[in-house]
């Protein structure tokens, strides 16, 4: 059965040819009609929580789209402090990003902190709150500090442009 299958495909290219055409046309047409749906309710449908979580991200950083730009080596010193805070702030100057996070907010806000009280108060900060390390804001594993971006970019040239300019920010900025 599987011979007389075979011989009679060789024998006759041309009419397998147009019965896969004819077949591929009546049942390929329908593709032409498929709406690709990627909104956050398919992908959470199923697990309610996972989408209040979801929800309370988007209220939080008004973006469901972040990016992370670590200063890889950086350690709680004031120079690298310093250096995450310049960071934020260039980052947070680039067109399409809504916000940043940094350990580098623990320090901004403290009037006429010398380099030891920024450090003791920032180290405390990061030890006690797990968050900073849950966003991988701050490693210990591998000293890290990083900046948290919030991304809102539109149209098709947006992200691109953002990448570019934090290519080009990231030879900038070096760890201590």
Known sequence: MTERLIESI???????????LLLTLGIGHRAAFLVQDNSPETFYAVDEG???TYRALVRTF??????LVSLVGAKVNAKDLKAVDRLAK??????GIKGVISPADVFRHLEKANDAQIVKRVSSELETISLYRELGLYRKDTPAL???????????????AITAALDALSGRFKAD
């Open 146 to 160: 990083s900046v948290m971006a919030s991304i809102v970019g539109r149209g098709p040239e947006a992200r691109p």
């Open 62 to 67: 008004e973006s469901d789209e972040i990016v």
């Open 50 to 52: 996972a989408e209040k």
């Open 90 to 95: 260039s980052i947070s100057k680039i067109d």
């Open 10 to 20: 060789v024998q006759n290219p041309l009419r397998v040819g147009a019965v896969l």
